[in-house]
């Protein structure tokens, strides 16, 4: 593995070398690990670190042109909150985020898929075209920006907010039941906010958890820092049985 911030630093060294950098910065799989700080690139358009092992992000405060952030299949998490004017696609799937709020009022596309979600607010994107946030069946907090038209809405795969139900401000159209489009007058806000209050939400944590396989369980607890086994129970089971 190799130091992430080291290799940024000592391929594109501060001082003029950053700043005249334009288009795309490329670093995934390279075998990166740890904290990573992208300040200066401040004519950058499209940044990839996926399929490494990075466990920190930063910015600085010129990144203005960046529109594209390919951040998936890393250690980043637990949380993370941030704003940007630029940023039109965000990728953070196939990470470690449990609480993710963002103010990004030009996002148009965002994937935070298989997490450990519990939480996800991006109530400033009022742009947002398409939502990929399934493999998080924790999530039972999810807030939008009001007048929304997405275009995609993936929620597979989260069984404790498909309990919960979205309100509208203003009366809509009928939707069809389990659509993924919202109307224009739609706004989610799931969670506490519904009425379905603490015990609520806990009873439907304990439902949740319990009606996933043994294998999806082991992952979450493995990515919320729990100590578990080094293989999945059904590899477990496996194995002892052919000893």
């Excluded at 998080?136 to 275009?151: D, G, M, S, Y």
Aim: proline letters at 5%.
């Amino acid at each position: 593995m190799v130091n992430a911030q080291e290799y940024l630093d000592s391929n594109y060294p501060k001082g003029g070398v950053r700043e005249a950098i334009e288009g795309e910065i490329d670093l995934s799989n390279r075998s990166l690990e740890g904290g990573l700080n992208f300040g200066g690139f401040i004519n950058v358009h499209k940044l990839n670190f996926s399929f490494n092992e990075i466990s920190g992000l930063g910015f600085g405060y010129g990144e203005k042109k960046l529109e594209v952030l390919d951040a998936s299949h890393n250690r980043l998490g637990p949380t993370i909150g941030g704003y940007s004017y630029s940023l039109k696609f965000v990728n953070f799937s196939n990470n470690f985020y449990s609480k993710i709020t963002l103010g990004m009022i030009s996002l148009t596309h965002l994937d935070v898929s298989n997490n450990a979600l519990t939480s996800l607010s991006i109530e400033s994107s009022g742009n947002l075209t398409e939502l990929k946030c399934y493999g998080n069946p924790l999530l039972t907090n999810l807030t939008l920006a009001p007048n929304l038209n997405i275009n995609s809405f993936s929620l597979s795969d989260c069984p404790a907010l498909s309990l919960l139900k979205p309100t509208s401000t203003t009366p809509s159209s009928p939707q069809p039941e389990n659509s993924n489009e919202l109307s224009n007058s739609d706004k989610i806000s799931l969670g506490t906010g519904l009425g379905v209050g603490i015990p609520g939400l806990i009873l439907t944590l304990i439902r949740t958890w319990y009606s996933i396989d043994e294998d999806r369980r082991w992952k979450i607890k493995r990515k919320l820092g729990f100590r578990v086994s080094e293989l999945p129970p059904s590899q477990k089971k496996n194995m002892e049985s052919r000893g």
